[in-house]
């Protein structure tokens, strides 16, 4: 059977930075190739996108990702009820039954250390085990059973004695997926029957060639010190390195399908959800950057080239280009010698596999260095890429 496959390729420059520490501050590496590489984390990454989102999409095809999920709730019950106070105990209370009956997940008031003296700390919101995913609809829809079962004077407990308000709240919960949910899933420990698969895959971003962390040795003045006092307020060290990184996600476009349903407007094609996800995906992922220590080293870049690919089967990663990393030869950086390794062995694999059947390929690219994938695909622009990529997605979706 046909699928859709969308693979990301990304080749990036980063100047020194630390965009990932790992437990001792460094930033994060790992052995390909037998030499040391850059190495930024998945996880890392699918945030940096996530958080992208909230510049691309509406707030109300975002989830929100927290253990202050009865907060959360409560205060979606407080913008649709004013005469009622999220802060009210009742209230994040009622919404900590709806979130368990909901989920599953326990909901506990978390137990805070006891200040010295006489000050009184005040109760706080209950919270889950872990990080609870839920979309702003489904927040919706639970905040309406929260409004329900206060106006009719009931708490939590006995509102969900009716069997009906239990299994309605448990759909609630399992329907209208925000964007961010159907991409990178969501895992409820306590009731697996909501848990969402995810429909994106990210690696972790390796740097195409070896490479060395270095330590920038820093001292702060105090402002305050007079010139007779010499000597530095605080000293200190930050690792860092450079690298060129290789970055690849790949989206399993029918799984994305079947995570958003066929949307709430009935006016639109069945298509049009899957269309405005994967277009979100694709500009988020190409133009995010994690954020450590971003004000330290303002390493702001965009990638050097991007190669996007539609298929019918499988993902395919082409981090294997670099398994011998790339060397400066003293004339050229490691783009040209990354885009020369990557167009070499991309018809490579394709060729021997027969991969490049069925497959639309784009690119968009910057400066003479990356010359060589430039008979690789149309080469566009990002927001011309998004929109054919969108456009292909949709044509194929539509023809299923």
């Not at 506990?108 to 250390?113: E, N």
């Not at 697996?192 to 740097?207: F, M, T």
Request: with cysteine; charged share 25%.
């Amino acid at each position: 059977m046909s699928r859709t496959i969308l693979d990301v390729h990304v080749l990036q420059t980063v100047p020194p930075s630390n965009l990932n520490r790992d437990d001792t501050g460094s930033p994060k590496t790992a052995m390909y190739g037998g030499v040391r590489r850059a190495r930024v984390s998945s996880q890392a990454w699918k945030r940096a996108t996530r958080k992208a989102f909230n510049g691309i999409l509406d707030p109300s095809e975002i989830g929100v990702r927290t253990r202050k999920v009865a907060e959360a709730l409560a205060e979606r019950v407080e913008a649709k009820d004013a005469s009622v106070n999220a802060r009210d105990e009742k209230v994040l209370a009622f919404a900590g039954d709806v979130i368990f009956t909901a989920t599953g997940s326990k909901i506990t008031v978390p137990t805070r250390k006891k200040p010295k003296g006489d000050a009184e700390v005040p109760e706080a919101a209950p919270e889950s085990s872990y990080l609870m995913f839920l979309s702003a609809r489904q927040l919706d829809g639970l905040a309406d059973l929260v409004i329900e079962g206060i106006g009719a004077g009931q708490d939590g407990k006995a509102y969900f004695k009716d069997k009906e308000k239990k299994a309605e709240a448990k759909a609630i919960a399992n329907r209208a997926h925000s964007v961010d949910i159907a991409l990178f899933g969501r895992m409820v420990a306590d009731t697996a029957d909501i848990n969402v698969d995810a429909a994106a895959q990210v690696a972790h971003a390796l740097g195409v060639h070896a490479v060395e962390t270095e330590s920038d040795y820093f001292t702060a003045v105090d402002d305050k010190n007079t010139d007779g006092e010499s000597g530095a307020g605080m000293i200190g060290t930050v690792d860092f390195n450079s690298s060129t990184l290789y970055r690849y996600a790949a989206v399993d476009v029918d799984r994305l399908r079947d995570n958003l349903g066929k949307g709430l407007d009935e006016e639109k094609p069945g298509s049009d959800p899957v269309r405005r996800a994967v277009e979100a995906f694709l500009e988020g992922f190409v133009t995010s950057l994690p954020t450590g220590k971003i004000n330290t080293f303002g390493n702001h870049t965009l990638p050097d080239a991007v190669v996007v690919k539609l298929r019918t089967s499988r993902p395919i990663s082409f981090v294997g280009a670099f398994e011998t990393p790339v060397v400066v030869d003293g004339a050229s950086g490691h783009v040209e010698g990354a885009c020369k390794a990557l167009a070499s062995y991309i018809p490579a694999v394709e060729g021997a596999y027969g991969a490049e059947k069925d497959t639309e390929t784009w690119v968009v690219r910057v400066g003479p260095a990356t010359a060589p994938l430039s008979g690789l695909g149309t080469e566009i622009t990002l927001a011309e890429l998004v929109e054919c990529v969108g456009a292909a997605v949709e044509s194929r979706l539509d023809g299923v």
